[in-house]
Every structure is written in structure tokens, then in C-alpha cells.
């Protein structure tokens, strides 16, 4: 009550409480007009040298002014002179183009910004202005931070984007096939959010025996990071399971930060199952989407990619079936082809060897007719032959009497030998 | 033994059975394995309307499957 009086003086302000000065109208109860009042200058605190008041009241005093007059409030400017203590707090300054602002925001109170901001950075902070006795200067306590524009959330993606990409997380020869006919899909999500109503919807409609397994987690707020990296590191564990989708509907960006949360990319490029990344309607790629298998924009795509149009996926096994009959049908039919041509080649072939054969015999024919007997015959001469069928060629082989066949070209005469002469010029003789 | 390695493994034997003429023995095993494949992969198509359930991690570390009501 009577910090910072030196002497026992009961003033008008201190009757007041603990300020000296209400706050309504501080500076009216402290300007020069009121040196001036009825009261005396003696009576007045620090309206002579005898009344003159320490540095501490002025500097508790003015404190409780500013906060009594501001209350907390947005302000906008750029940051600079950004310094993170190794306490964890943060010092820096707002400026404007003639004027700056000291500030300093509690460790406790960063947790909501995504991460530090740098210089020259255009940021509004929701601050309480006050005076800081200790170094008798008007300062800030930020309490909220955020860059005008997306920067700060930029700049905190643009940071975890680039450690992924160091650690090749980001390559796309990392990116893996989604499986064409899932047999169970795991869904990570919150159970209660439109996200999982969607995908069970599209799911149903396109592939009804498609087992759909919700992991539940929390996908907005505190605890939603290490909720959604538990929740995939549980799948990973489980393992029973073809393709995970990860996601959430639509929302406001603080509240799909979550799938922009490194701990939460990294489980997901951890997972051993193919994934599918859905968060919402928004326009920016998570950290998620970077790293999962397949980025859909929303879930209702996430489950359309994931899973076959059933009837389509029948249409396929039955178009299959009749392919493979068909090309079994052409293997056979390929083999029989080959047996016909065989046949009809080798009927060729016997009905050429016969023709040849054929030609053959006849000229051969021709050649034993040229040297047959009967051949003579037809030129008029006839042969002998004894009733054994000896040829009698010459007249010692005729006795008188003897019976014996002429043979001439068109039958047979029946003759007996009457008498045998010998020719003048044969050198036979006959007895 | 997965939809998709079945329906490529059918799609090869039909190639295969397309493009070359193979021994009669061998295209009738590929034939009968194409066969079997794809009965197996179609058993996926033809099972009832599959269920949403929810995956429960147990406090000794396994798993287990709750029906979910949607």
C-alpha cells in the first residue's frame, strides 16, 4: 500500500488502492495541471523534490497504466532481431516503418505456431503491451503468432519438406503400386468425422466384399501428431491388411496440420503397406501426400482409388477366362493345322512317287517289247517250237514226221514235218 | 497369394499360349494353372458384403477386429 512513499503522507491516489492513478484517466491525475491543485505540491507524489518517487513505483505504475489500457490486441509488423533463448522463450522485434516493438513470447505459448519465425518475416501477434520494470522498457508479451499470408506455416513446411528430402522420403521411385483388388482397406481417421461416412460410402457403392478396417485417431488439436503416428505405426505392426488410407475432411489449416506434422510423415513412409493420403478439401499438399503411395484430394477419391468398380473387376476375371480358352483352343488348333498339312503333303508326295513310277514302267515296257519275240513275229516270221515248247531253230532239230506248233503273230498252226532239206549255203548238214 | 499376381500370371500364360507354340504337355499345365488362378482370384469377387470393423490394439500387443457400427 505505501510501496514507494517516503514519507507518511496519505494522498488522494493512494486512497484509491494500489495504483496511484486509476486507470481511466491516468495521465490527467499526473500532468503538470495538477501541480497546481488545491492540496499542496507537498502532498503530491513526485510534485516536488520532497514528494519525488522511486524508479520502481514509476515503473509499476506506468505497467499497470499500459495493461490497464490495452487490452490484449493484434498488432502488425515485421520481425527482426529474432533470437531464441536457449530457455526456450523468444525475443524479438515487431517493427513498423518509424517505429518498433520489443517482444517476448513464453516458451508455453509456441506450441500453437508451427514453427520459429525468421527476420523480415510480415507477421500480426496477439499481444498484451506492458512495461517491463527490469529494463525499464514498453514491450510486448505475444501470446499468438502468425505470419500475414501463409509464411510461417510455409516456412515451417518448406523446413520439414526439405529434412524429408534429405532423408529421400520424397523420392518417387519410393512410390509404390496400389494393389488393384484389395481385399481389406485400413482407414486411418477420426471415427466420428465425415472423412470415414465418405469412404465407407464410395467403398460400398464400388466394392461391397471389400472389408474396410477403421484405426481410429485423433485428427485435429493436441496430441493429433503422435495420435495419427501411433495410429499407422499400428497398422504397420498388424500388417493384415492391403492398402491404408490416411486422411480427413475438410477443414481450416490449423486444423489439417496435423497431416503436416513430421512425426506423422515419416510413420507414414515407414509404413510397409501401400497408402493413400486424403486430407480434405485443401488446396496445399500435406507432408503426408508427399510421402504416401497416392495422393487423392479428398476421401471420397482416396476410396475410389483404392478399391475397383466390383462389377468391373468380374467383367475382367470373365474376359480372362475366355482369353486363356481361346489361346488354349489356338494351341490346339495350331497342332491340327499341322497334321492336315503333313497328311495332305505326304499324299502329294506318294501320288508323285507313283507318277514317276509309273513313267518308269512304261519305258521299261517299251524296251522288253523291242526285245520280245512276239515282235518278230508281227513282222511276219514265225518260230517252231517242239511240244515241250523248245524253239526249233534249225533243221537238226526236225526229224521227218515230227509234230510241232508254228507260232506266227496271232495264233498257233499245228504241223507235221514231211521232209527236212538242208539249204545250199547252210553249213549244217543233215544226215 | 494376391488378386494382382494372379491376374498377371494369367495374363503371361495367355501370352505365352498366344505367342508360341509350346509343348501340348506344357499347355495344358499352363492351362489348368491358368485355370486354378483364376478361380482363386475370383473367389475375392464373388464373396458376401464384407463388414467395417475396427482395429483394437491389445495391451499385450496384438490385434484384435471389432465391428464397427457405421
Known sequence: ?431 | MSYETDIERIEIIVGELERSEVPLDDALRLFEEGIERLRAASAALMQAEARVRKLIEESDGGFTLADFES
Not at chain 1, 501463409?150 to 509404390?176: I, M, P, Q, V, Y
Not at chain 1, 507432408?287 to 471420397?300: E, G, N, W
Open chain 1, 1 to 431: 500500500m505505501k510501496r514507494g512513499s517516503r514519507r507518511p503522507l496519505v494522498s488522494p491516489a493512494e486512497l484509491l488502492g494500489p495504483q496511484l492513478f486509476p486507470v481511466a484517466e491516468p495521465p490527467r491525475a499526473y500532468g503538470p495541471r495538477s501541480l497546481g491543485a488545491p492540496l499542496g505540491l507537498a502532498a503530491i507524489p513526485g510534485a516536488s523534490p520532497e514528494s519525488a518517487i522511486s524508479v520502481e513505483l514509476l515503473a509499476q505504475q506506468a505497467k499497470d497504466v499500459v495493461e490497464g489500457a490495452f487490452p490484449r490486441l493484434w498488432i502488425r509488423g515485421e520481425i527482426s532481431d529474432f533470437k531464441p533463448h536457449r530457455n526456450g522463450h523468444w525475443y524479438f522485434c515487431l517493427r513498423g516503418a518509424t517505429a518498433q516493438l520489443k517482444c517476448v513470447m513464453w516458451s508455453r505459448d509456441q506450441r500453437a505456431v508451427p514453427t520459429s519465425p525468421s527476420d523480415g518475416m510480415q507477421v500480426v501477434v496477439l499481444g498484451q503491451p506492458t512495461v517491463y520494470p527490469a529494463q525499464g522498457t514498453f514491450q510486448c508479451v505475444v501470446s499468438a503468432i502468425d505470419a500475414i499470408g501463409d509464411g510461417l506455416w510455409r516456412k515451417a513446411l518448406d523446413e520439414a519438406t526439405a529434412r524429408l528430402r534429405a532423408d529421400g522420403l520424397l523420392e518417387l521411385s519410393r512410390k509404390r503400386v496400389l494393389p488393384r483388388f484389395p481385399r481389406r482397406v485400413a482407414v486411418i481417421t477420426s471415427p466420428d468425422g465425415a472423412a470415414l461416412r465418405d469412404i465407407i460410402a464410395v467403398m460400398r457403392r464400388r466394392c461391397p466384399t471389400v472389408e474396410i478396417v477403421l484405426v481410429p485417431a485423433k485428427v485435429q488439436g493436441d496430441g493429433a501428431p503422435a495420435d495419427l503416428a501411433r495410429a499407422i505405426g499400428c497398422v504397420t505392426r498388424w500388417g493384415q491388411v492391403d492398402t491404408v488410407i490416411i486422411g480427413r475432411g475438410g477443414g481450416a489449416r490449423e486444423d489439417l496440420w496435423a497431416f503436416n506434422s513430421e512425426v506423422v510423415a515419416r510413420a507414414l513412409a515407414n509404413c510397409v503397406i501401400p497408402t493413400i493420403s486424403a486430407v480434405g478439401h485443401e488446396v496445399d499438399v500435406t507432408l503426408c501426400d508427399l510421402v504416401a503411395d497416392h495422393r487423392a484430394a479428398t476421401p471420397s477419391a482416396a476410396a475410389e482409388a483404392a478399391v475397383p468398380v466390383l462389377a468391373e473387376a468380374r467383367a475382367e476375371a470373365a474376359a480372362m477366362l475366355i482369353a486363356l480358352r481361346e489361346a488354349l483352343v489356338r494351341q490346339v488348333q495350331r497342332r491340327r493345322d499341322r497334321v492336315e498339312h503333313a497328311r495332305h503333303d505326304l499324299r502329294m508326295g506318294v501320288t508323285r512317287s507313283a507318277e514317276r513310277r509309273g513313267a518308269r514302267m512304261s519305258a521299261i515296257a517299251g524296251r522288253l517289247n523291242a526285245l520280245s519275240p512276239l515282235a518278230t513275229l508281227a513282222r511276219g516270221f514265225a518260230v517252231a517250237r517242239d511240244d515241250s515248247g523248245a524253239t526249233l531253230g534249225s533243221i537238226s532239230d526236225f526229224a521227218p514226221a515230227l509234230d510241232f506248233d508254228l507260232l506266227l503273230q496271232d495264233g498257233t498252226v499245228r504241223a507235221t514235218a514231211r521232209s527236212v532239206h538242208p539249204s545250199p549255203r547252210s553249213p549244217n548238214k543233215v544226215q
